[in-house]
């Protein structure tokens, strides 16, 4: 299994409440390039014994790690699979971090440095199209480029997807109640949908968007 570590689905609803979706050590918030270690490497995978961390912030650990998305999926079987079949070495901890330094820690679309951004190894071809993790089928991106994401075009400092027309889902629920509600303020929004507030990341709070 990619990572080595093995996480029941109550473990993971327990990560999942406890951290909401993001970096517990410098507040990443984007699920797909967290990863799960143990504090411990003798105890068990208790939620207590389990932290939550960004590519960056787990630079130094050697330890087995699983992806804090998901589970054991078709992908990961056939990542195996084909592992197997190149004869490739799968990918780890100490391989991903050897990669991201040989390829100069940097995003090798946009350059963006690894102390900016955290950074990912990405498959050329798809697993799922047979890829596997050999050296020339990895290229080390940003999560923005991995993800094709951009900052949110309200300036919020949240990040969105091309497609919703670069606004993030915040910003976007927050034109949307403003539709609902012409004649209310901005702060009657708030008050009126503590759910809401309550949902944002501290210093994300969602702005309206403003036309040149």
Known sequence: MFGGLRLSPSVRIALERRCRGACERCGLEWRWALYVFRVDEAARCTAANLAVLCGSCSADNDGEFAPFVGTRSTRDRMLTANNRCAGVEPMTASRRRALIASRGRACEVCGVSGVVRALQVHHRIAVLQGGDDGEENLQVLCFACHHQLQP???????????????????????????LLLPGATWDEIKVRNPGFVKHWKPGYEPLPLVRA
């Open 152 to 178: 949110c075009v309200t300036g919020c400092g949240a990040w969105a997807g091309r497609r919703s027309g670069g606004m993030c889902r915040n910003c976007q629920t927050r034109r949307a109640l403003g």
